[in-house]
């Protein structure tokens, strides 16, 4: 059986597929009211629903209101759940996607690194949630154009993704273009730095692995 509030959600989701955003939003802020009156003004679902509004005003362009909500749901998160959290980098992504929208990549960059840092030595974290918010991270690293911060992020997320069991064989892929595309814009921002030899090693470990790929595949000649 569904609960009041899990039905009010999905609902909400309902009325905004429609086109009916003032009603979604209505039934958002009820969630949230409903868990402050029967739980009290701090505590972990609160900051959920708080989070959801949030996400929902940054969404349809209510972006100071998002930040001031995102701001108290992330201060409620540590306090309550402590600094190590799950549910404290996921309001570290969200308010480091609203800035990196908003332009202010640096703030951005600074929230993706705490939230890195985190899941890298919170217990149980997987690899997959690190490579996303490594992803993120490099979005804005991108945008400011510093290649030199840049580059040991983009390694160590390409480690992940190559040891990880979670990722695909494109994504592997993906990752090694991603690392020869990166090296070919920094060498031709600083020529003579070296960087397209750089790009050339990246190449050949494409290369390698695209063949590596092609004799893993089974021959479907007849025989």
Request: proline share 4%.
């Amino acid at each position: 059986m569904l609960f009041r509030s899990d039905i009010l959600g999905q609902l909400g989701q309902i009325l905004a597929q429609q086109g009916k955003p003032d009603e979604a939003e209505n039934l958002i802020r009820e969630l949230l009211a409903t868990a402050k009156r029967v739980r009290g003004e701090a505590d972990p679902v609160v900051a959920e629903r708080l989070n959801n509004l949030a996400r929902w005003q940054q969404d349809h362009g209510k972006v100071e209101e998002a930040e001031v909500m995102m701001l108290e749901a992330l201060a409620m998160r540590k306090k309550l759940l402590g600094e190590d959290h799950v549910d404290v980098t996921d309001s570290l992504s969200c308010l480091g996607q609203l800035y990196g929208n908003q332009g202010n990549y640096a703030e951005a960059e600074k929230l993706f690194r705490q939230a890195v840092a985190i899941e890298k030595k919170r217990p149980g974290s997987q690899p997959r949630r690190i490579i996303n918010l490594i992803s993120d991270l490099l979005l804005v690293l991108k945008r400011q154009e510093n290649y030199a911060a840049t580059e040991p992020v983009m390694l160590e997320g390409n480690d992940l993704v190559q040891q990880s069991p979670e990722t695909s064989s494109d994504e592997k892929r993906a990752w090694l273009e991603k690392l020869r595309s990166f090296y070919i814009d920094w060498a031709v921002a600083a020529p003579g730095t070296g960087k397209m030899a750089k790009a050339a090693e990246w190449g050949e470990k494409l290369a390698a692995f695209d063949e590596l790929s092609l004799q893993s595949k089974p021959d479907t000649k007849s025989k």
